[in-house]
Structures are given as structure tokens and as C-alpha cells.
């Protein structure tokens, strides 16, 4: 069943309808619910029980780094799992998936957004101040667009343009990030200046 589901999304990114990190997702989520089940498991055994089980191993196991696994890390395998074990049920290899009735665990975190204070945003300018240049102009434009660190760095000249909102002509930058997903951020006069 791993195999066969690995070698199926292997060839979504192929033809570029996954991207390769969600394909690592999908291998290590399998990786780790199969260092969790007894080794002669047989997929059409796996109960919602198993899955349980399995949700409670990982909330009392550690990750590679020695840390209990956070919530968040928890449901996102559980999605890929999901989406692998709905797979599986498409292509008549069980019946019914026993992920079929398993929720996300509740996320404390969730809804949360956590804000860089002024002050922290000053310390962390007065020490790239040391660095080279391209590391404070990085950070500043991260800070005035939003963007992610991926999307900092794949952002090239044609991602630049300009566009007219209410008759004024408005600088943008279109962001290609997480997910394949693409943002137009307008641009502030600082970030236009950089």
C-alpha cells in the first residue's frame, strides 16, 4: 500500500500537481505511523482504535530533536495519513479508512498570531548592522511585505510589476510560496527603494 501510494504521488510531482515537499510530508507521516505499528500489520486491519493509539504515541514520543511533537505537527500528519489511507479506499485496496472518523486534536495555538515587537524588530537591525548588507535588506523586506523566507528568495525581476487601483499606479511584487500558492503584495515606498 506505501509503495504503490508513493510511487502514485512520486508522479503527481512529476507533473507538477504536488510540490516535492508535500511528497516528503507524505513519506515521512507513513514513515512514522509504520515505526509505530507492529511490523506485520495488514492495512485492512487498521482500526480507528490503531489510529487512536497511534495520535497517543506521538503526543508522549519525541521528534528527531529530543522535543515532544507539537499539535500542529501532530494534525499535519494526520492530514497526509488521511490523504493516503482515502487513497487507499479509492483504489478498492480497503473498504473504509480508519482515519475516516479521526478529528485534528484541539490546537491551543490556533487562531493565535503572534506579532515582532518594535523593540525585538531594532535588536535584530542593530545585529544584522554586523552582517552583510543583503542580510538586513532581506529581513526589511520581509518585514514590509509579509513574505516568507521561500518567497524572498524566488522572487525575480519579472515578479515586479505595477498596476493602477483607482488611478493610481501601484508597485506590486507577486509572490510564489508555500503550496505553490502566488500573492500580489504592493510594494511601500521603502520596499520600492530597496
Not at 95 to 105: I, M, R, T, V, Y
Not at 154 to 159: G, P, R, V, W
Request: net charge positive.
Amino acid at each position: 500500500f506505501i509503495a504503490k501510494y508513493l510511487e502514485y504521488r512520486e508522479k503527481l510531482v512529476k507533473i507538477d500537481q504536488i510540490a516535492e515537499s508535500t511528497y516528503l510530508h507524505d513519506k515521512f507521516a507513513l514513515d512514522l505511523l509504520l515505526n509505530r505499528l507492529d511490523g506485520s500489520t495488514i492495512i485492512n486491519n487498521l482500526t480507528s482504535d490503531d489510529v487512536i493509539n497511534f495520535m497517543v504515541l506521538l503526543k508522549d514520543s519525541e521528534n528527531k530533536n529530543g522535543k515532544p511533537f507539537k499539535t500542529g505537527a501532530i494534525n499535519s500528519y494526520l492530514k497526509h495519513l488521511k490523504a493516503a489511507f482515502n487513497w487507499a479506499v479509492k483504489e478498492k485496496l480497503i473498504l473504509e479508512s480508519p482515519f475516516k472518523d479521526s478529528g485534528l486534536l484541539h490546537d491551543p495555538n490556533d487562531g493565535i498570531y503572534r506579532f515582532i515587537s518594535e523593540e525585538n524588530i531594532e535588536k535584530i537591525r542593530a545585529y544584522l548592522q554586523e552582517r552583510p548588507e543583503w542580510q538586513l535588506d532581506v529581513f526589511n523586506l520581509g518585514l514590509w511585505t509579509g513574505a516568507r523566507r521561500d518567497e524572498l528568495f524566488n522572487i525575480k525581476k519579472q515578479n515586479l510589476y505595477v498596476d493602477k487601483i483607482k488611478g493610481e499606479k501601484v508597485p506590486f511584487v507577486r509572490l510564489s510560496g508555500k503550496g505553490r500558492k502566488i500573492r500580489n503584495m504592493p510594494l511601500c515606498v521603502e520596499a520600492c527603494e530597496l
